[in-house]
Every structure is written in structure tokens, then in C-alpha cells.
């Protein structure tokens, strides 16, 4: 699985104004909503009651929220770079800046743990997170994403 399987240029959101977790996620499930066959409201309550089973703000301004979805033909990626870090309540106590949101069929079973590994690789890596933050737009953004996808499958 690549990194292109789950994103394309329309989910990169390279600029989000939001000033909280909340809000994040409720932009995030607003935006999911044009991109997936789910309201925005099912997207946010999966959401919101997958971070009350813990963070998903893994560290180094770095957040992965994630949830199952009935009636999903195959896992979906949104990655948003925020204007201003929230605080996510991650592991680190660092706010979040790099968000990438993955919504997966409620039956994907190992292609959802496979989804978050790839994602997870990728934004472990300190020097991508640079790039990505001093990136221009969403073309750039979508462009290091891609080839960094490429190049970890290689490696």
C-alpha cells in the first residue's frame, strides 16, 4: 500500500485555521464528508470516541486520528498541515501542526493496520515532517508525501 492509495491532491488541506482538538476534528470530519459516503457527524462521533480511548497525537507535533466506517469501499486519507499547533493531548505533551486522518471500511482488518504503519513510517521520520511543514501548497505537500512513499516501499 502507498501512500497515493489513500490521498490525492483534493485531501491535502495545507492551511487549516483551527484553534483546538475539537475543532480539528470537527474541520477534518467536514472535509471527510465531500470524500466519503458518511456525514459528518458519523465521522466525528467515530472520531471523538476513538480519542477517548487514547491520544492519537503520536508525538513531534505529529496526529493520526483514525476509524472504522461501514459502507467504505476501501481506506481513505486526508492530510491537513495546520496554520496554528493545537494541543492534541499527545504522548509527547508537544501541540500538533501535521495531521493525517485515515478512515477505513469497518471490515478492513489488516489493510487498516497496514494503512496506519505506512502513515505512521512516514511521519516518524523528522526530516519529512521539516519538509512538510516548509512546504508551499498542497501540490508540494502531495508531492513529498508520494515520494517519500515510494522510496520507503523501496527501501
Not at 24 to 31: F, I, K
Not at 89 to 117: C, N, W, Y
Not at 144 to 149: A, E, H, K, R, Y
Request: hydrophobic share 40%; glycine share 6%.
Amino acid at each position: 500500500m502507498e501512500i497515493t492509495d489513500l490521498i490525492n491532491l483534493d485531501s491535502i488541506l495545507p492551511d487549516l485555521k483551527t484553534s483546538s482538538k475539537k475543532q480539528t476534528l470537527q474541520e477534518l470530519a467536514n472535509y471527510a464528508e465531500k470524500i466519503v459516503p458518511q456525514t459528518h457527524h458519523n465521522i466525528l462521533d467515530v472520531l471523538l470516541e476513538r480519542e477517548r480511548l487514547g491520544t492519537t497525537g503520536v508525538g513531534h507535533g505529529v496526529a493520526i486520528p483514525h476509524g472504522k466506517f461501514p459502507n467504505l469501499d476501501r481506506p481513505y486519507g486526508i492530510f491537513a498541515r495546520l496554520s496554528h499547533p493545537v494541543d492534541f493531548e499527545s504522548l509527547d505533551d508537544q501541540p500538533v501542526d501535521l495531521i493525517f486522518l485515515l478512515l477505513v471500511p469497518e471490515t478492513a482488518g489488516a489493510d487498516h493496520l497496514k494503512a496506519l504503519a505506512k502513515v505512521s513510517r512516514i511521519l516518524r521520520d523528522k526530516s519529512t515532517c521539516e519538509k512538510l511543514r516548509g512546504s508551499e501548497g498542497g501540490d508540494a505537500i502531495y508531492a513529498i508525501l508520494s515520494s517519500v512513499s515510494q522510496s520507503s516501499h523501496a527501501a
